[in-house]
């Protein structure tokens, strides 16, 4: 029912940048909640950022916050997660869910896009 793909990982040097991309198929992203979210090997899928329904808010844990900035562009239907002077612990494997309105869970998932942070 709802498509999501994540796009832009890549390797980049500590300091460096990056721009990902998820695009929702299927179904608006307008008026639902759109987040990231990253995984490790051997460690728990751990929250990233999300962006409430009407754009009132953006939230980031704490070790990205001042680094990384999510937002979306309605119109072509794409979150978008920059990612800023990156640090090593920022590797991962990065996806992006959306909760619709109403929902307590995370309804649909992508399948990532690997993002690794080395010298």
């Known amino acids: 029912q709802v498509q999501l793909v994540e796009s832009g990982g890549g390797s980049v040097q500590p300091g460096g940048s990056l721009r990902l991309s998820c695009v929702a198929s299927?179904?608006?992203?307008?008026?639902?909640?759109m987040s990231w979210h990253r995984q490790v090997p051997g460690k728990e899928r751990e929250f990233v950022a999300r962006i409430s329904w009407d754009d009132a808010f953006a939230e980031y844990r704490d070790s990205v916050k001042g680094r990384f900035i999510m937002f979306r562009d309605s119109g072509k239907n794409t979150a978008y997660l920059q990612l800023n002077r990156v640090v090593p612990e920022d590797t991962g494997l990065y996806y992006c869910?959306?909760?619709?309105?109403?929902?307590?869970?995370?309804?649909?998932w992508g399948q990532g896009t690997q993002v690794t942070v080395s010298s």
């Open positions: 869910a959306i909760r619709l309105r109403g929902s307590s869970i995370y309804d649909y």
């Open positions: 299927g179904r608006s992203m307008n008026s639902h909640e």
